[in-house]
T-cell receptor
Framework: KQEVTQIPAALSVPEGENLVLNCSFTDSAIYNLQWFRQDPGKGLTSLLLIQSSQREQTSGRLNASLDKSSGRSTLYIAASQPGDSATYLCAVATGNQFYFGTGTSLTVIP | GAVVSQHPSWVICKSGTSVKIECRSL??????MFWYRQFPKQSLMLMAT?????????EQGVEKDKFLINHASLTLSTLTVTSAHPEDSSFYIC????????FGPGTRLTVT
């Protein structure tokens, strides 16, 4: 069974810093990998979707990479802002099934 | 972009009653919808996969008689929590699949 791990579980950085969130998965036979943001008590907002054939995706200050062979993905956030404070989840898709990581809780300090 | 809605967004019910949560894909047809639950400070756990016109597939440990799923059309799936108990209090999120998954805003259920 696919297992998805996110490190660190929590991260606190001062505003303006660049940061990296990590996601690892045990089964490299994935269909795609998706990064989500979740604000407290809210649903999920999709940030970036990387297909299994892709190496990275970029959207604004966000850049996600995928190394399928090593079972790793990173989410890079440039010039962090207080509004980036949230929980970030990665999820891998195997066929029609999603497996979620445990999330990284990010706090950006003004 | 694809939009998925859930109703209600927040519900409180008494122990022993049943609660129905709706999940709708507003601008696309979804042959498959998924139901997740999330306990505080934990990640989402898939409860069941719902295919239009057929029975839902439940994950191990999820009681199908307690969590009734009906995928009546290509734009609507419902989750009914029957005989709710306080331990059923959780955040329930649905998603609809069309090439990728689109998530609803979630429903917070509190059972008193």
């Amino acid at each position: 069974k696919q297992e998805v791990t996110q490190i660190p579980a929590a991260l606190s950085v001062p505003e303006g810093e660049n940061l990296v969130l990590n996601c690892s998965f045990t089964d490299s036979a994935i269909y795609n990998l998706q990064w989500f943001r979740q604000d407290p008590g809210k649903g999920l907002t999709s940030l970036l979707l990387i297909q299994s054939s892709q190496r990275e995706q970029t959207s604004g200050r966000l850049n996600a990479s995928l190394d399928k062979s090593s079972g790793r993905s990173t989410l890079y956030i440039a010039a962090s802002q207080p509004g980036d404070s949230a929980t970030y989840l990665c999820a891998v898709a195997t066929g029609n099934q999603f497996y979620f990581g445990t999330g990284t809780s990010l706090t950006v300090i003004p | 972009g694809a939009v998925v809605s859930q109703h209600p967004s927040w519900v409180i019910c008494k122990s022993g009653t049943s609660v129905k949560i709706e999940c709708r894909s507003l601008d696309f047809q979804a042959t498959t919808m998924f139901w997740y639950r999330q306990f505080p400070k934990q990640s989402l756990m898939l409860m069941a996969t719902s295919n239009e016109g057929s029975k839902a597939t439940y994950e191990q440990g999820v009681e199908k008689d307690k969590f009734l799923i009906n995928h009546a059309s290509l734009t609507l799936s419902t989750l009914t929590v029957t005989s709710a108990h306080p331990e059923d209090s959780s955040f329930y999120i649905c998603s609809a699949a069309k090439y990728e998954q689109y998530f609803g805003p979630g429903t917070r259920l509190t059972v008193t």
